[in-house]
């Protein structure tokens, strides 16, 4: 690189810089600007686009063009060379304007004069936010050095963007985190919250894109990279890392070791950027370079050289995890996505939860449910969006995200909201009353839980008791295995708190798609139909039995109702079964209580266990129908694909008469049935069921009120004929007509 080119951009950035400290409302500084950078590079236009909406980009600024077409020339994403530009994330570079590919003549700017044209992107860190454009009489293509320095120069236009350094009255120069942002992503856990967001990786502002001292910065980066390759080390060499976080940490440090990188940021830093500002234009050109690749793999590697390249900004910076930015009062946590443990400990100060990833079945989405905090996941790229404290609103029902609302919208919103909390007043005052139908039919109401922290909830929704206890949580958010003695204490401090209140503890439904961090995980081509729960559980019986006798000392004696999940066959349940009574024996054996009243039921979640022989239902004491996983195993479509999840209406038919299948042979053998999955919490699926037979259902402490409330209102013999009209006419799903007699029904 020549050094007369390195001190020229170094110089152009120079009087930026002195340029943007200069007192003075955006537009003006915009005006300086493109004067000084088509000065600098001695080019009869320069002139800044940026984008007035995700699709289109307004002319705000120019040197040379007509000033009248300043604020009114627009054009589209892709649209002309500038809309090219932007859309690919590269510079154009041509001698001959008007003969490249996609130029679009703009008689209003005059532009048909200019030969040359060299335009680079306005982005930071992969997110676009305009076009910096310089046009030359004479016909030629501009240098590499040339093309370097408008680079660095939109960098810095981006940098200054992002700081709301040509904010002013025109919404056009509005900085990007100024303006409203909606997310449509999936649900993760149904509900609203307002509030401010709470980044749990905040991002790094970088004040001083431009340095004046390279040597001093290029100290600097040496240093911060130095650091940063020691801490991975470090990381590398704790212990308890699973294969997949030891493969992310291998190509964190490869990527850490490569010269390639330190040296391009030094040279970035030798043409004036600050070693924060040369960080972060790698950063950029990574991102837009490997935004054009499909390849999974390649797009997981763009979020290590991220997440890399914020390490190096905090170490930089000294902006830490920690910033010391205050919490709000009412924090949504936004993140690209986030342990169960580190979850747990935000705890219920949270108010709601955005992810950029996560999935239903992910144990971040299992904690936010437990912990009932409305939970939206896949929103975009929220994380580059949001800064600390913006406005957020979370619909968990819609799987949309409000990100710094128009004024309308919160005032809907709150509208919703509002409504929510006048029902939820309503349902309080059904409390202490039986969910009993107008024709006299009494459904026990459950909750279901996985806390300790979920136990109030037992007394405030009304649940009679705890109709699936998930045990999961106390193993994920650990990193070791729980001892017998920690799970003991819990399990009883569980059943202390439900006091007279039946708990039915499910064992450890625990499999390759929920790996616990201290087990070797196992590579399975379909998770959700391998070696999981009870399979696990009886091929590897140390920690189901470990858990048992957990339970068993946890009742003291107590009455004990346990259930095993995933139960496919009557064998499996037999061995379960098995399992337990030994423990009961060991403890007897040992002068230990045990339990004086023992429960012991199998879930059912594939449909094989409603085939089983009758011998099988004689000898449970209850069924449980997990309806999550018997519905996708049912109609063969993946609950944690958003494509096919919902699919399938559960008030199918066929489903319908699955399920009364299994209610006729739990009849002929007197075993009671439940239904504990998320549908038991729907109202209408709930009187659906209930009209089929069920008499216990078990869901969400939040949705006993809802459910609770329309069954006192309806007559389940009514409920029941519709249904069977539904079939008698073959219809596909029972739902278009029991909504139909509802809305006919008395409030
Ligand atoms: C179910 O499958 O319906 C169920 C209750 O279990 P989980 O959601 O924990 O798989
Ligand atoms: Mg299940």
Redesign the pocket.
């Known amino acids: 690189m020549p050094d007369r080119s390195e001190s020229d951009s170094r110089k152009l950035l120079r009087r930026l810089r002195d340029v943007l400290a200069m007192p003075g409302a955006g537009q003006d500084r915009l005006d300086r600007i493109t004067h000084l950078i088509a000065d600098s590079m001695r080019t009869e236009v320069c002139s800044i686009y940026l984008f007035r909406d995700a699709e289109t980009l307004e002319l705000c600024a120019t040197e040379g063009l007509k000033k009248e077409s300043v604020h009114q020339t627009r054009m589209r994403l892709g649209e002309g060379l500038v809309g090219r530009v932007a859309r690919m994330g590269q510079p154009v570079n041509t001698a001959n304007a008007p003969a490249a590919k996609g130029f679009r003549y703009m008689p209003e700017t005059g532009e048909e004069l200019f030969s040359s044209f060299l335009g680079v992107p306005i982005q930071r860190v992969g997110e676009k936010l305009g076009v910096l454009v310089v046009q030359s009489k004479t016909a030629r293509e501009f240098s590499e050095d040339e093309i370097y320095a408008v680079e660095v120069v939109a960098m810095v236009l981006a940098e200054m963007t992002e700081l709301g350094a040509f904010g002013g009255d025109d919404s056009s120069l509005r900085a990007r985190h100024r303006q409203p942002v909606m997310f449509r992503g999936g649900t993760g856990q149904e509900g609203a919250a307002e509030g401010r967001v709470w980044l749990h990786e905040p991002r790094v502002v970088v004040t001083n894109p431009v340095a004046d001292d390279p040597l001093t910065e290029i100290d600097r980066i040496r240093e911060a990279v130095g650091r940063l390759r020691i801490s991975i080390d470090d990381l590398l060499a704790a212990e308890q890392l699973d294969k997949e976080q030891k493969q992310v940490l291998d190509a964190y440090r490869m990527f850490a070791q490569s010269r390639g990188w330190l040296r391009r940021m030094e040279e970035d830093i030798m043409r004036g950027l600050s070693a924060e500002a040369a960080v972060e234009k790698e950063q950029s050109t990574a991102r837009a370079r490997l935004e054009q690749v499909q390849d999974p793999y390649l797009r997981e590697r763009m979020h290590d050289i991220d997440d890399l390249s914020n390490r190096l900004l905090r170490i930089l910076t000294g902006q830490g995890r920690d910033t010391g930015a205050e919490m709000p009062d009412n924090p949504v946590l936004v993140a690209r996505n986030i342990g169960p443990a580190e979850l747990l400990d935000y705890g219920r100060n949270l108010r709601g939860v955005v992810l950029e990833e996560g999935s239903v ?1 992910s144990h971040a989405a ?1 904690v936010a449910r437990a912990l009932a905090i409305p939970l939206v996941i896949h929103a975009g790229n929220i994380t580059s969006e949001a800064l600390n404290g913006d406005p957020i609103l979370v619909d968990g029902d819609q799987g949309v995200a409000h990100l710094r609302p128009e004024e309308t919208v919160v005032r809907a919103f709150r509208d919703k909201i509002a409504m929510q909390a006048e029902a939820q007043k309503r349902y309080a005052s059904l409390r202490e009353l039986p969910a009993t139908t107008t024709d006299g039919v009494t459904i026990s109401l459950n909750m ?1 839980a996985g806390l300790m922290a979920d136990l109030p909830s037992l007394r405030g929704s009304g649940a009679e008791g705890v109709g ?1 206890f ?1 045990t ?1 949580l106390q193993f994920l958010v650990r990193s070791q295995m729980p001892k017998r003695a920690e799970l003991a204490a819990l399990y009883a401090r569980v059943m202390d708190a439900a006091g007279d209140k039946r708990v039915t503890f ?1 064992t450890l ?1 625990i499999g390759s798609d929920k790996v616990l961090p201290y087990m070797k995980p196992n590579d399975e081509p379909n998770p959700a139909m391998g070696w999981r ?1 009870i399979r696990v559980g009886l091929d590897k019986p140390g920690v189901l039995r470990m858990q048992l006798q957990a339970l068993i000392r946890a009742s003291a004696g107590r009455p004990l109702t346990v259930m095993f ?2 139960i496919a066959e009557q064998s499996e349940f037999l061995a379960a079964r098995s399992h337990l009574l030994r423990e009961i024996h060991r403890e007897k054996s040992l002068g230990h209580p045990v339990p004086e009243r023992l429960e012991i039921g199998a ?1 059912c ?1 594939t449909p094989s266990l409603a085939f089983a022989p009758r011998s099988f239902f004689e000898l449970a004491d209850f069924i ?9 195993f049912f109609f063969a479509a993946d ?1 944690e694909n958003e494509r096919v999840r919902r699919r399938y209406d559960t008030l199918n038919l066929s489903f319908l008469d699955f399920l009364e299948g299994v209610v006729k042979r739990c009849a002929a053998t007197a075993t009671p049935l439940s239904f ?4 038991a919490g729907r109202p209408i699926e709930a009187l659906a069921f209930a009209a089929l037979g069920f008499r216990l259902l ?1 869901m969400r402490p939040a949705s006993i009120g809802p459910v609770k409330a329309l069954l006192r209102r309806v007559e389940l013999a009514q409920a029941r004929a519709v249904i069977e009209a539904a079939r008698a006419a073959g219809d596909e799903s029972a739902r278009p007509r029991l909504t139909a007699w509802l809305s006919s029904q008395p409030d």
Do not use: H
Request: proline share 4%.
């Open positions: 079945g299992i279901n699936l998930r999961e499910r439904d729960a999940p995933f879930m979640e449980s129908i997990g309806g999550n996983d018997l519905k996708q609950r504990c999955g998320e549908d078990s």
